[in-house]
């Protein structure tokens, strides 16, 4: 029989037995809103190994390449084998439920949202939408390349209601944004969209709330993820100049704002009907409403410190400025920091290998997300493997392995090795993302060591060993007392622009002022790159180029 593992669970399974059922059968829940004919695309499974093992693709998973397969098309097709695979994985993902050292944190504000109550009536700016005298709640949400994350908020007293996250289901039209677009473009709008309003809906109906109490969503995102969620086409940001259509529109003066607005019913969301979809505005099309979040969230439009904003991601926002001038990058790193694109890389999930510490007899010894059995790799588990590596002189300054040939096994027992492979995969992620930041420190005409606050942001900024990061190069040596952990900070912006009305029109005043970096056409890109994939601390500019 085949041995199957699904999300870590192992199992036998049966000649002709669907990868659907099996998963049900050991407990692992399968998204889905169809009768599992193939119709709504929602039980889509990452097959890590083993993919002779199943059946042909079927006419319904045309829309599907790689390693992807829908569970309830998918059957064993051979007697024997070894089978991995995992859907897309929701919740217990390790989000903060707060960002940490915000200027915004701790400190209380004033909750002035849009949607209002007078008497039994609901209004949104005023404007009658429901009446009832229960409760009314918001949503703030981050849409990224590869996590979705959700703030359900309560509108009147400002509290945190409960929060959620998921893998971005639109993984199997590639892992980065341009081959996101790529794939819309071929598939005509609709695939992407539907697959993440489908797995958007299961988990506004988990929220301990009814969800035709919620009145109002806040987006934001990289311009990509959020223009697809309100279906405008993405096709020119995959082209140079790059840009979002609300950009093209705001030019002709069609609009005097890139954000979006939609209703509850067209975003196809079992919210109230008539709720207000808010898309927060961008900078450009590569600098997204997500990093605009950032810096509502940093209050940057108050501050007169040099402060520098990193999030590390798919891709990674990198904002220098105070409230006098502010510049913003984007830098399409990939998803390898996120444990994409790499043999046994994972989120930070329960399972996920988060720490690792090589000790004087050469022995591997590894924690995980929530003490759990080890699954896989996340970024954080990454960057503390590779400083570890490269402490003991296991790897070198390129990259390469020393002795045991390209492959360095973890955890034998659960199968979880490092490959060279990867090491290049990361090494490009970092040439990117260090590339990015020598780009923007040099255009904003200041060293590291100048800047007054560096905040490191998102889930895996928030939980990198900085020793470890700083000692592979992946971010510059800052004193610790300047470097500062915030978390996802964009959840954090977006949760301030959803309560208060006087912070979203900042916002919408804050994108304008903001200048944006244009890695691509920074002529010393391409030495700061190269020297980037190196692992070792990041040298400032004048020495990288001489
Ligand atoms: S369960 Fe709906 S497509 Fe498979």
Do not use: W
Request: net charge negative.
């Amino acid at each position: 029989m085949v041995t199957l593992a699904i999300n870590g669970h192992a199992r036998y399974a049966p000649l002709g037995a669907f990868l659907f059922d099996c998963a049900e059968g050991i407990g692992v829940r399968v998204p889905t809103s169809c009768l599992k004919n193939g119709k709504c695309k929602e039980c889509v499974v990452e097959v890590a190994e083993g993919m002779e093992c199943l059946s042909p693709p079927t006419p319904a998973e045309k829309h599907l390449a790689g390693n992807f397969r829908l569970s309830c098309q998918a059957s064993i097709a051979t007697a024997e084998g070894q089978l991995r695979c995992h859907t897309m994985r929701r919740g217990h993902m390790r989000i903060e439920r707060h960002a940490l050292g915000l200027p915004s944190t701790g400190r209380p504000m004033e909750v002035d949202p849009a949607v209002t109550r007078d008497g039994d009536r609901i209004l949104i700016d005023g404007v009658e939408v429901d009446r009832s005298t229960g409760p009314i709640y918001g949503i703030a949400m981050d849409l990224g390349t590869t996590t979705v994350v959700l703030r359900l908020l309560d509108l009147e007293t400002g509290e945190m209601v409960a929060d959620a996250s998921f893998e971005n289901p639109q993984r199997f039209g590639g892992s980065d944004i341009m081959a996101r677009i790529q794939y819309d473009t071929l598939h005509h709008g609709k695939l992407l969209r539907r697959t993440l309003a489908g797995y958007l809906s299961h988990a506004i109906e988990e929220l301990p709330v009814d969800p035709k109490s919620i009145y109002e969503m806040v987006v934001v995102g990289n311009s990509t993820m959020r223009d697809l969620f309100f279906r405008q086409s993405v096709y020119s940001i995959g082209q140079s100049p790059y840009r979002s259509i609300t950009e093209f529109d705001m030019a002709a003066g069609k609009r005097t704002s890139t954000s979006l607005v939609e209703t509850g019913r067209r975003c196809l969301l079992p919210i109230h009907p008539m709720a207000r979809v808010y898309g927060a505005p961008i900078v450009s099309g590569h600098v997204g409403a997500d990093a605009a979040a950032c810096m509502l969230a940093a209050d940057l439009a108050h501050e007169d410190r040099v402060v520098a904003i990193m999030d590390i991601g798919t891709n990674t926002e990198l904002i220098v400025g105070n409230r006098d001038r502010i510049l913003a990058a984007s830098c399409p790193a990939g998803p390898a920091f996120e444990g994409g694109a790499i043999a046994c890389g994972m989120p930070a999930l329960d399972g996920a290998i988060e720490d690792v510490r090589i000790d004087d007899d050469g022995r591997f010894h590894l924690h995980t997300v929530g003490d759990a059995v080890p699954q896989g790799i996340c970024g954080s588990g990454l960057v503390a493997l590779m400083s570890e590596l490269l402490r003991t002189g296991r790897m070198n300054e390129r990259g390469r392995f020393e002795e045991d040939g390209h492959r360095i096994t973890l955890d034998a027992e659960h199968s979880i090795y490092f490959l060279e492979s990867d090491v290049n995969e990361l090494a490009q992620a970092k040439g990117a993302n260090v590339a990015g930041l020598q780009v923007v420190f040099n255009q904003f005409g200041i060293d590291f060591d100048r800047v007054e606050l560096f905040y490191l942001a998102g889930g895996f900024g928030r939980h990198m060993n900085i020793e470890a990061a700083t000692r592979i190069g992946l971010i510059p040596a800052i004193a610790a007392d300047r470097m500062v952990q915030i978390g996802n900070a964009a959840i954090e912006g977006a949760t301030i622009a959803l309560l208060s009305r006087a912070k979203r029109a900042e916002l919408e005043r804050l994108v304008l002022r903001v200048e944006h970096c244009r890695l691509e056409t920074h002529p010393q890109f391409f030495d700061f790159f190269v020297d980037g994939c190196q692992f070792r601390p990041i040298e400032a500019a004048s020495r990288v180029t001489g």
